[in-house]
């Protein structure tokens, strides 16, 4: 089974500042990549698939790249509103979440 | 509008069975796979299991094979996650999900919490 992890575990930035999470695959996943962000007390939202397409209503500050095993999320310009956890997940292979980004407020 | 609408909080005691329900609503219900994600309290989120609804044709995470048991009714559009004997480590917020952006998971439900305790 591919396993994904997350770097960092939790990330502190300023608000107006860029958000650069990671997140690697055991193996190459081609670019079978999503990123989710999960707010308290609500169901996940999915914000990019293949790696870097944006979902319907996600702002243009979101950005995804990276393909094969290396993937990035950045935030371009940190809102209130983004400070949450983020997963990234597999489906080149079934389906495979990582464990998670925290980016809370420096 | 393309909805998931997940049935109520559940208590339960070990060794009970229980099912919890998603019903979709705004697109054919057949025409997308529907997966179910774990997410224990505090802790990320863990695939489960997917389901095509055309034929039922299912594949499970191996943490989860023989531990539940996902199913559809077509004829209600309704997807269901099973289980034959609950355990306390079964406590965990249960999400269903539409597979619906190149098998990323693109509409979820709002989640069933499952509590189960002696």
């Known amino acids: 089974e591919i396993v994904m992890t997350q770097s960092p575990a939790t990330l502190s930035v300023s608000p107006g500042e860029r958000a650069t999470l990671s997140c690697r695959a055991s193996?190459?996943?081609?670019?079978?990549l999503a990123w989710y962000q999960q707010k308290p007390g609500q169901a996940p939202r999915l914000v990019i698939y293949?790696?870097?397409t944006r979902a319907t209503g996600i702002p243009a500050r979101f950005s995804g790249s990276g393909s094969g095993t290396e993937f990035t999320l950045t935030i371009s310009s940190l809102q209130s509103e983004d400070f949450t956890v983020y997963y990234c997940?597999?489906?080149?292979?079934?389906?495979?979440f990582g464990p998670g980004t925290k980016v809370d407020i420096k | 509008e393309v909805q998931l609408v997940q049935s109520g909080t559940e208590v339960k005691k070990p060794g009970e069975s229980l099912k919890i329900s998603c019903k979709i609503s705004?697109?054919?219900?057949?025409?997308?796979?529907i997966g179910w994600v774990r997410q224990m309290p505090g802790k990320g989120l863990e695939w489960m299991g997917i389901?095509?609804?055309?034929?039922?044709?299912?594949r499970y995470s191996p943490s989860f094979q023989g531990q539940v048991t996902i199913s559809v009714d077509t004829s209600i559009s309704i997807a269901y996650l099973q289980w034959s004997s609950l355990k306390a480590s079964d406590t965990a917020m249960y999400y269903c999900?539409?597979?619906?952006?190149?098998?990323?998971?693109?509409?979820w439900g709002q989640g069933t919490m499952v509590t189960v305790s002696p």
């Open positions: 999900a539409r597979d619906g952006a190149d098998d990323a998971f693109d509409v």
């Open positions: 705004g697109y054919k219900f057949t025409s997308h796979w």
């Open positions: 389901i095509y609804p055309h034929d039922s044709d299912t």
């Open positions: 193996q190459s996943v081609s670019s079978d």
């Open positions: 293949g790696a870097s």
């Open positions: 997940q597999q489906y080149n292979n079934r389906w495979v």
